[in-house]
């Protein structure tokens, strides 16, 4: 079939935008009747309304990142620790869900490349605000004042986010066209409607690896966190085996033994925050190659685990 065959060559050509495959792919879908292909390619074409439409592949973990003040000090584009809130609502804080259609994700990208936009961020409502204020100030920071505050992620997610629409998509017409390549037909199509969904199912629904959480080319951590409750030997190897430079495990190895945590709630002191937050601050900058969606959980493990409180 031509239709398929153009939209195949328009995909291969990483050169030329996403709208015209796209757009083709929502006559296809419309002329062979299948709702779920063109409701799937009408939201990349026009966008997602509502954040609970977004696929996974749309979606990734970023850094809660603030200007505050502690005391007379005042600290800019901080990164904040979120391990303490609740689960659901560090989810909500740190997930970053990409709404736009194809054609603005692609504009994005040219400003990327253009070297515009290094980071993609989103500010905090004045509520929002409030509540981490709240949340810190009960775990061991009381002076802590926040001025502002956004999460923010590595630009080239957008990339990303667009080469797995373009895969995705390339995948499903490779195995349309497996499938009914000797279909020239228009209403033969039609009755396949049941194996055009499986098909798509299989190739775009199914987000299973496709997921997001990770951006730019840090390294995954997938650390083993095994320490013994108070083992400064342990910590000191779990967190030098994920990249964490000496110098850095010794400032923490410092400081952790001189605060009290609260179990019940799983949050640390003060100054074992900050540490946190100048490490997020490192996987941001690279000094400190890990995945920045990575980098709290992964230091929040281990400092939890060290104190017996997860």
């Known amino acids: 079939m031509k239709l ?20 083709k792919t929502k006559v296809l879908a ?3 009747k299948n709702d779920e292909l063109l409701n799937w390619v009408n939201h990349e074409l026009n966008g997602y309304e509502s954040r609970s439409l977004v696929p996974g592949y749309r979606t990734c973990s970023g850094d809660v990142i603030a200007n505050f003040i502690v005391g007379n000090r005042k600290f800019t584009n901080m990164a904040l620790p979120t391990s303490s809130l609740p689960k659901d609502v560090e989810e909500a804080f740190i997930s970053m869900n990409f709404t736009e259609n194809v054609e603005a994700l692609e504009a994005l990208r040219e400003q990327i490349k253009s070297g515009k936009s290094a980071k993609v961020e989103t500010a905090f409502s004045a ?8 949340n810190l100030n009960r775990n061991g920071n009381p002076n802590l004042q926040i001025l502002s505050a956004k999460k923010w992620t590595a630009s080239n997610i ?20 497996e499938e009914f390549g000797h279909i020239s037909e228009i209403k033969e199509l039609q009755n396949e409607n049941k194996t055009i ?5 299989h190739t775009i629904i199914n987000t299973g690896d496709a997921n997001v959480v990770n951006t730019g080319d840090k390294a995954t951590v997938k650390a083993a966190i095994n320490i013994i409750k108070g ?27 001189t605060e009290i945590p609260n179990p019940e709630k799983g949050t640390f002191g003060y100054m074992v925050n900050l540490w946190i937050g100048k490490m997020i601050n490192k996987a941001l900058d690279g000094s400190w190659e890990v995945a920045i969606g990575a980098a709290g959980s992964l230091l929040a493990d281990a400092i939890q685990s060290y104190y017996g409180i997860k």
């Open 231 to 257: 083992s400064q030997e342990d910590l000191k190897r779990v967190l030098k085996n994920c990249g964490v430079k000496e110098v850095d495990i010794n400032e923490l190895l410092e400081v952790i033994d």
């Open 30 to 32: 419309t002329r062979v």
């Open 127 to 134: 509520e929002n605000i409030a509540y981490l204020q709240f």
């Open 158 to 177: 957008i990339i990303e986010i667009l080469a797995i629409i373009r895969s995705k998509l390339l995948d499903f017409m490779l195995k349309f066209e």
């Open 197 to 201: 969904t499986s098909i798509m199912n």
């Open 4 to 23: 398929i065959s153009d939209i195949v060559n328009e995909l291969v050509d990483v050169y030329k935008p996403l709208t015209s495959p796209l757009l």
